[in-house]
């Protein structure tokens, strides 16, 4: 039986894993014919990662998801005080990039090579974290956790409702973001 707390975790992954790497072809392409474009569309991308994962995914893993799972399964605990870590700085780093993206931008190309180096280590370091809590965390979990555990966790992460998944109605509020990233993003976000 999947849960649908593992099934949407496993959606919200898999959407910003398409994000993430949208926003890697970006800083690998350039900034093309268009600079001010391809600002905009890489701001509206840290600021998705921004609004949505950090804000809404990581303290419903860290907060319900991983403290059972490190209390049922003790062998988890070290990487799950891994993770935890990465969810913490996690905040910190996404808004360091929005920052050195916005140095780039307006100072010039003195700081884009600062910009691409820490793009690159934000990504590889996003990527391993998800890829981490995918192949060990959350088959754990499905071992050990009760029903009362996934009643809990299936509830919290029904509201979650990430608006590019599409497999939710777009919220209004994010309805503008939305169309920003899809329209102007390349593939596989975007039809940029």
Same mark, same amino acid.
């Given at each position: 039986?999947? &849960? ?8 919200? &992954? ?9 926003? #890697?072809?970006?800083?690998?392409? +350039?900034? #093309? ?29 860290? !907060? ?37 993206? *916005?140095?780039?931008?307006?100072? +010039? ?6 910009? =691409? ?9 996003? *990527? ?16 050990? *956790? +009760? !029903?009362? =555990?996934?009643? !809990?966790? =299936? ?10 998944? +599409? ?9 503008? *973001? ?11 976000? #975007?039809?940029?």
């Amino acid at each position: 039986m999947v &849960h649908e707390s593992i099934q949407i975790i496993h959606d919200e &992954h898999t959407t910003l894993a398409a994000m993430l790497r949208s926003f #890697g072809m970006m800083v690998a392409r +350039g900034l #093309g014919n268009d600079p001010k474009e391809s600002f905009a569309v890489m701001r509206a991308m840290l600021f998705y990662i921004d609004e949505f994962p950090e804000r809404l995914h990581h303290p419903k893993e860290s !907060e319900l998801l991983f403290p059972p799972v490190a209390r049922l399964a003790p062998e988890t605990q070290p990487l799950i005080a891994r993770l935890d870590l990465d969810h913490a700085k996690g905040e910190s780093a996404v808004r360091e990039l929005q920052y050195l993206l *916005l140095a780039w931008e307006l100072l +010039g190309d003195t700081r884009h090579a600062t910009f =691409d180096q820490a793009a690159k280590k934000y990504l590889q370091f996003y *990527l391993e974290h998800m890829r981490l809590e995918e192949t060990v965390i959350l088959p754990a979990a499905i071992k050990v *956790l +009760g !029903e009362a =555990d996934w009643k !809990e966790l =299936d509830a919290a992460f029904a509201s979650n409702c990430d608006p590019l998944s +599409g497999k939710y109605p777009r919220d209004p509020i994010y309805d503008r *973001l939305f169309t920003q990233i899809v329209s102007r993003a390349p593939a596989p976000i #975007g039809l940029g």
